[in-house]
């Protein structure tokens, strides 16, 4: 049972929500939810300091405390007592892993609430548990769910990023002279089964720059940069350097939150910047290999999701257990004609680039990617 959270007062209020960023993300909306609800309360978020940039400066955030991904035992021990000594009466586990169990232990907290999803553990270091939390609910929903049982789920979901003027800037010098529409793709995700294939993205992409004579911006991390390099390669030899900005690799968190924004539409693995975009309201075609897109994908009717079909789509291994034929069939099952059915569907729904008729921009050649 959760208890009457609706009835509970508190004066200092800790979040552990550490990782990861579409997590994180998708968690932002909770935030005007406890200011409302506790507005005289002071609100601190435990995160990896690499994400800090996505609550730094939140007008509903005190403090922030920012934890390494691999602590040392020094720095470990000193974000415990921290936690301590900081003498939190509420703490909200939306981890839910034994890292953040040990970290919602430490504060001592009269009240630590969690979600039905907390493994490794962790369900041993709260004493409420948020019902209608399990797996089967989307993550979105989820994380939502926390502020129905505040008694403010009537609220609407506002997510609200500190996107400095300089930042903001740099993203509009960076796609000033790209012609419109600007479609954002992110390849780049943290598991190998996540990643729809990168030829597969530029016969997409290559489709969608004779349709729409538009140009296309490359996201990506340091991991992704041989990758997004052979795309941009392919791409600017179909139709030139200056409708293609690789900016893989070459933006902090907050530059990337400005760019996201500036885009007209974006394409994208399950990824975080894939929930960034569509939380910050740019229309999102989230693709879903391993992953479901019901249960992961982005809320709100101005996104589309396409998932394969393959019988074991949806099963969230991090490693294909197949080999032989069925290796990474979820790959090659989904087929750049259905991705871009979807897309077609994402981008029609936009007057200025709907287009009456309904034919099929021209057959590319299909692609092999070299870095």
Same mark, same amino acid.
């Given at each position: 049972?959760?208890?009457?959270?609706?009835?509970?007062?508190?004066?200092?209020?800790?979040?552990?929500?550490?990782?990861?960023?579409?997590?994180?993300?998708?968690?932002?909306?909770?935030?005007?939810?406890?200011? !409302?609800?506790?507005?005289?309360?002071?609100?601190?978020?435990?995160?990896?300091?690499?994400?800090?940039?996505?609550?730094?400066?939140?007008?509903?955030?005190?403090?922030? &405390?920012?934890?390494?991904?691999?602590?040392? %035992? +020094?720095?470990?021990?000193?974000?415990?007592?921290?936690?301590?000594?900081?003498?939190?009466?509420?703490?909200?586990?939306?981890?839910?892993?034994?890292?953040?169990?040990?970290?919602?232990?430490?504060?001592?907290?009269?009240?630590?609430?969690?979600?039905? /999803?907390?493994?490794?553990?962790?369900?041993?270091?709260? *004493?409420?548990? &948020?019902?209608?939390?399990?797996?089967?609910?989307?993550?979105?929903?989820?994380?939502?769910?926390?502020?129905?049982?505040?008694?403010?789920?009537?609220?609407?979901?506002?997510? %609200?990023?500190?996107?400095?003027?300089?930042?903001?800037?740099?993203?509009?010098?960076?796609?000033?002279?790209?012609?419109?529409?600007?479609?954002?793709?992110?390849?780049?995700?943290?598991?190998? /089964?996540?990643? %729809?294939?990168?030829?597969?993205?530029?016969?997409?992409?290559?489709?969608?720059?004779?349709?729409?004579?538009? +140009?296309?911006? &490359? &996201?990506?991390?340091?991991?992704?940069?041989?990758?997004?390099?052979?795309?941009?390669?392919?791409?600017?030899?179909?139709?030139?350097?200056?409708?293609?900005?690789?900016?893989?690799?070459?933006? !902090?968190?907050?530059?990337?939150?400005?760019?996201?924004?500036?885009? *007209?539409?974006?394409?994208? *693995?399950?990824?975080?910047?894939?929930?960034?975009?569509?939380?910050?309201?740019?229309?999102?075609?989230?693709?879903?290999?391993?992953?479901?897109?019901?249960?992961?994908?982005?809320?709100?009717?101005?996104?589309?999701?396409?998932? /394969?079909?393959?019988?074991?789509?949806? +099963?969230?291994?991090?490693?294909?257990?197949?080999?032989?034929?069925?290796?990474?069939?979820?790959?090659?099952?989904?087929?750049?004609?259905?991705?871009?059915?979807?897309?077609?569907?994402?981008? *029609?729904?936009?007057? !200025?680039?709907?287009?009456?008729? !309904?034919?099929?921009?021209?057959?590319?050649?299909?692609?092999?990617? /070299?870095?």
């Amino acid at each position: 049972m959760s208890g009457q959270l609706t009835e509970i007062s508190a004066r200092r209020i800790a979040i552990i929500k550490p990782s990861a960023l579409g997590d994180v993300v998708q968690a932002l909306p909770l935030l005007p939810v406890l200011r !409302t609800r506790f507005p005289a309360s002071s609100l601190t978020w435990v995160i990896q300091r690499e994400l800090q940039g996505l609550i730094a400066g939140h007008p509903s955030v005190d403090d922030v &405390i920012c934890i390494d991904r691999r602590p040392s %035992w +020094s720095s470990a021990l000193t974000t415990l007592r921290e936690l301590r000594q900081r003498r939190f009466d509420l703490v909200i586990d939306l981890q839910g892993l034994l890292r953040s169990a040990v970290l919602t232990m430490a504060t001592g907290a009269r009240v630590r609430v969690g979600l039905e /999803t907390a493994r490794e553990g962790a369900h041993l270091a709260i *004493n409420r548990v &948020i019902p209608r939390t399990g797996r089967n609910i989307p993550a979105h929903a989820r994380y939502w769910r926390v502020a129905e049982e505040f008694g403010l789920g009537e609220l609407p979901r506002e997510v %609200w990023v500190n996107v400095g003027a300089r930042d903001l800037s740099q993203a509009r010098r960076w796609l000033a002279e790209l012609p419109h529409p600007i479609v954002g793709v992110q390849w780049g995700a943290k598991w190998i /089964t996540k990643r %729809w294939p990168m030829e597969r993205f530029a016969e997409l992409m290559i489709r969608a720059g004779h349709r729409w004579q538009g +140009s296309v911006v &490359i &996201i990506g991390g340091t991991a992704d940069l041989d990758a997004c390099r052979s795309l941009e390669s392919a791409l600017s030899q179909q139709f030139g350097s200056a409708r293609v900005l690789n900016l893989a690799g070459k933006t !902090t968190l907050k530059e990337l939150a400005a760019v996201l924004s500036q885009l *007209n539409f974006m394409v994208s *693995n399950d990824s975080g910047p894939m929930h960034l975009a569509a939380e910050l309201g740019i229309p999102t075609l989230g693709i879903f290999t391993c992953t479901d897109g019901l249960r992961s994908g982005p809320p709100g009717e101005k996104h589309v999701q396409v998932s /394969t079909t393959v019988p074991c789509a949806g +099963s969230y291994r991090k490693v294909c257990p197949h080999s032989g034929g069925d290796h990474m069939a979820c790959h090659s099952e989904l087929t750049t004609d259905r991705v871009w059915q979807a897309l077609l569907q994402l981008v *029609n729904r936009d007057p !200025t680039y709907a287009r009456a008729d !309904t034919a099929r921009a021209p057959a590319v050649v299909p692609l092999r990617l /070299t870095g």
